[in-house]
């Protein structure tokens, strides 16, 4: 009865660990098909600048030219539902342009506002170079 | 000029220039054009006397310097950045609409309010136009907290950082809140001197000053109505 108790016990154990080994595999295969994407994200308010509106249209054609299905681009508006849902969970409060790929998150609001008029290509360059590293 | 303006932000390692940079590319950057428009004509309304545009011009810069330093200043002390950053960004040009008519209709007292103790300087300011340097200051305090898209980013995303982590620290919205003020006290001078100029040639500088008074009342509503849409996204 104890020989047939620990057998029980080992077998059981060894399924668990077995289907855990398969969740840590499915999670790895998961993660390397969620850090082959790379998604870049506006997030602009209503009333829209013309730096805002360049920073857009600048991110948009950096991200076409690299002419890859694993990167995206899509701009929101905060002020709209889903905009406003899609800040949330990248944890946005304001304009903001993002790389994000997986769990990783750069945010190059700063370069984006500070070029997209006065050194547009400098921007484009910034972004593939930023895509890329996370490739 | 924004061009040599960002060349110049680039390679400057000391704060201090860099917060004035920053200022002087939120002044001419077209977004914040409509509210320096309405500081413009706030500020070079009092046409009579050039001395008080100047001083109106002083004023309303040391409301904005007052503004940037304690927003900056609260940031300091602990609150949200991001959080402030963005209600700031999200809702400071939609309360900015509707405030801007309201301030219009009482230059053009349409409305008039009597409240007991300051019905004195309601009818002051109604009768005869001069605003006070209080108001002066509230309109720099109210313009600078109005952050539009650009100037929003510009303050919460590099003079911030840079004074949080510079040992300049609160002197640098000061400096970036001057820049700011400069082209508009030298807009508002040039344009005082113009427009006094010609109202002298017409002898008539009173009567002058008045028309210009209810033309600046005007610009406010309009631009007030053009935030109105498009914060409000009125129109699609």
């Known amino acids: 009865m104890k020989i047939a108790k620990v057998l029980f016990l080992v077998m059981t154990a060894g399924i668990v660990f077995s289907c855990n080994a398969q969740n840590s595999k ?3 295969q998961t993660q390397v098909k969620e850090s082959d994407q790379v998604e870049v994200y506006y997030f602009h308010m209503t009333r829209r600048c013309a730096t805002c509106q360049a920073v857009e249209d600048i991110s948009k054609q950096a991200v076409q030219a690299m002419e890859k299905d694993n990167v995206k681009f899509a701009g929101y508006n905060i002020e709209k539902p889903e905009g406003k849902k899609m800040a949330e969970k990248l944890n946005v409060h304001g304009q903001a342009l993002l790389i994000v790929s997986g769990t990783n998150q750069m945010n190059i609001t700063r370069e984006g506002f500070m070029f997209a008029r006065t050194k547009p290509e400098k921007l484009e360059e910034l972004i593939q170079q930023k895509i890329n590293s996370f490739l | 000029m924004e061009e040599a303006l960002t060349n110049l932000l680039q390679n400057s390692s000391i704060p201090l220039l860099s917060a004035f940079i920053l200022g002087l590319m939120t002044a001419i950057s077209p977004c914040p054009l409509a509210t320096n428009i309405s500081a413009i004509g706030f500020i070079g309304k009092d046409i ?5 545009v100047f001083y109106n011009g ?22 949200d ?21 309201v301030i219009g209709l009482f230059m053009l007292g349409v409305i008039r309010i009597k409240f007991p103790g300051v019905s004195r300087y309601t009818q002051r300011y109604q009768e005869k136009g001069v605003s006070s340097y209080w108001e002066v200051l509230l309109i720099g305090i109210l313009f600078a907290l ?16 840079m004074t949080l982590s510079s040992s300049s620290g609160l002197l640098l919205p000061l400096i970036f809140a001057i820049a700011t003020g400069i082209p508009v006290i030298v807009f508002a001078w040039l344009i005082a001197y113009t427009v006094a100029g010609v109202g002298k040639l017409y002898n008539g500088l009173k009567v002058f000053e008045l028309w210009f008074r209810r033309v600046v009342a005007l610009l406010f509503m309009g631009i007030g109505l053009y935030y109105m849409i498009v914060t409000y996204s009125i129109f699609g």
Do not use: H
């Open chain 1, 26 to 28: 499915d999670e790895k």
């Open chain 2, 58 to 79: 002083l004023i309303y810069t040391a409301g904005r310097a007052f503004a940037y330093t304690i927003l900056a200043a609260v940031i300091f002390m602990g609150a």
């Open chain 2, 48 to 52: 009579e006397n050039r001395n008080r």
């Open chain 2, 146 to 161: 109005a952050f539009c898209p650009y100037s929003g980013v510009l303050y919460f995303g590099m003079l911030i950082p």
């Open chain 2, 81 to 101: 950045q991001l959080a402030l950053s963005g209600w700031f960004q999200q809702y400071g040009e939609k309360i900015l609409g509707p405030l801007l008519i």
